[in-house]
């Protein structure tokens, strides 16, 4: 799609005429079309986050999607002039606007770089909620199944996981890479753990234990908790949070991420800080209040819960961290940004800090360490061939470092990465853990 789509408004240009398709296929249409889709005013991305795009192109050279295939409507500047034309009315939601919105990452790279500040996250969620109601039958089945029953539920979540783990070789090669191999799961954490008696207390946090997290990162869950009360924290671990919903807002299920932010609300009320060791969780709880209407009591409960919301690098980075007694048994690792640590929080420094407090470890960063890796959820699964492009860079990237081990504060880059190489993939918190552990050989990280 051409960027010239998007007009200004005052400039009459050269109208398109009624039914002829633009560039890239999108569909014109005048508001007397009765094909125009039905969604929710407050579902389409704000006419005032459009405008706020100039589009200047400086955000082109950072998509990697425009970087793989050199296309405008792969673009980010193209995917917002395809909102804007639908925004207005010209065009409809149709399958090529689903496929231009569906080959984001949101990985919000172009946001980083944005001089105008474009709210692109924001904006890509509600243009993927406006698609939902015009995809084929059986795909809106399965988005609903898998992100609204599945996902939503815990317990559900847990029996599907415990499925897949077990039919991991008969399962379509296309969701092979949501069901890691080698998955050491163990207890939950407790309710409640008491921070250690060897330091001074420093308060009560509540950790989110997550979905995904919960089901295939485990240990990571339980290492947290045991750096956190290491450090002088109380956690809490409330038995009736569920998943957070980010991965429901990030593929067009608004309503369901609205209802699992309202349970998270309930679950996490009266704590004083909540503390997310997943990046896409953590940038989600952080912008809840974007999913409702300002000035409504789900608004101002959302920028409660989201103003308590933080990083567990950024929490252990923002005070002196217990001394770590021991190495963390390797001598190097290297670093991956999740986009969602990086782009969506700002954090970069933190968990260089909190690794580069483990005695005798290097600690690097990964080379690219700028660009998604192709996980972004679910993406993986729904965009194969471009997500595959991308982690392939990884692997490179990885061999190029020459490190063993890479650390990456998100479940969904630890898939990826872990399919993408043989190096040994933690989460750095573990290293942590397994350098105040008395024994210091914890088993840490894992492989696909
Ligand atoms: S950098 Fe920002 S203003 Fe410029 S084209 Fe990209 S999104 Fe639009
Ligand atoms: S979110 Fe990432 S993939 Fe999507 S347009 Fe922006 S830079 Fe490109």
Redesign the pocket.
């Known amino acids: 799609m051409s960027p010239n789509v998007a007009r200004p408004a005052d400039d009459p240009g050269d109208a398109p005429v009624l039914g002829t398709r633009l560039p890239g296929g999108v569909r014109f249409v005048g508001p007397e079309d009765d094909t125009v889709a039905a969604w929710r005013p407050g579902d389409a991305p704000a006419t005032a986050d459009l405008d706020a795009c100039v589009a200047c192109g400086l ?1 082109l050279p ?5 970087r793989l295939t050199g296309e405008e409507s ?3 500047r193209g ?1 917002i002039a395809a909102m804007r034309a639908v925004d207005e009315g010209l065009a409809t939601p149709d399958p090529t606007f689903a496929t231009f919105m569906d080959r ?8 980083d770089v944005c001089p105008s500040h474009v709210p ?2 924001r904006m ?1 969620e509600r243009a993927r909620t406006q698609i939902e109601p015009d995809r084929g039958a059986g795909t809106r089945f399965l988005r609903w199944f898998g992100l609204d029953v599945v996902l939503a539920r815990r317990r559900t979540f847990a029996i599907a996981a415990a499925l897949a783990r077990l039919t991991r070789p008969a399962l379509p090669a296309r969701l092979r890479p949501l069901v890691p191999r080698g998955v050491r799961r163990g207890p939950r954490v407790p309710a409640i753990t008491e921070p250690s008696p060897t330091v001074e207390p420093r308060g009560t946090v509540a950790i989110l234990t997550g979905c995904a997290q919960d089901a295939w990162f485990r240990e990571v869950n339980r290492a947290t908790v045991r750096v956190l009360a290491r450090n002088g924290w109380r956690v809490t671990a409330p038995p009736r949070q569920r998943c957070c919903g980010a991965l429901q807002a990030h593929n067009g299920r608004l309503d369901t991420s609205r209802s699992l932010a309202r349970e998270a609300i309930a679950s996490f009320e009266g704590v004083d800080a909540l503390v997310v060791n997943a990046a896409g969780c953590g940038a989600h709880l952080k912008e809840l209040p974007d999913l409702f209407e300002t000035g409504t009591p789900d608004h101002e409960a959302a920028r409660e819960l989201s103003a308590r919301t933080v990083d567990l690098m950024e929490l252990l980075a923002s005070r002196p961290l217990a001394t770590p007694e021991h190495g963390a048994g390797v001598d190097r690792v290297a670093y991956h940004d999740a986009c969602h640590a990086l782009r969506a929080q700002g954090i970069h420094r933190a968990p260089r800090e909190v690794l580069a407090a483990i005695p005798g470890l290097r600690v690097s960063d990964l080379p690219g360490n700028d660009r ?1 890796c192709g996980a972004a959820g679910i993406y993986n699964v729904l965009e194969p061939a471009m997500s595959g492009a991308l982690r392939d860079d990884k692997a490179d990237a990885i061999r190029a470092s020459g490190a063993s081990v890479v650390a990456t504060a998100n479940p969904g880059c630890a898939m990826q990465l872990a399919a993408a190489s043989d190096a040994e993939i933690v989460h750095p918190v573990e290293l942590l853990d397994r350098a105040y552990s008395a024994a210091g050989a914890a088993t840490v990280g894992w492989r696909s």
């Open positions: 955000c950072h998509c990697p999607t425009y792969a673009s980010p995917r984001c990452l949101v990985c919000r790279a172009c946001e692109f996250g890509m998604c």
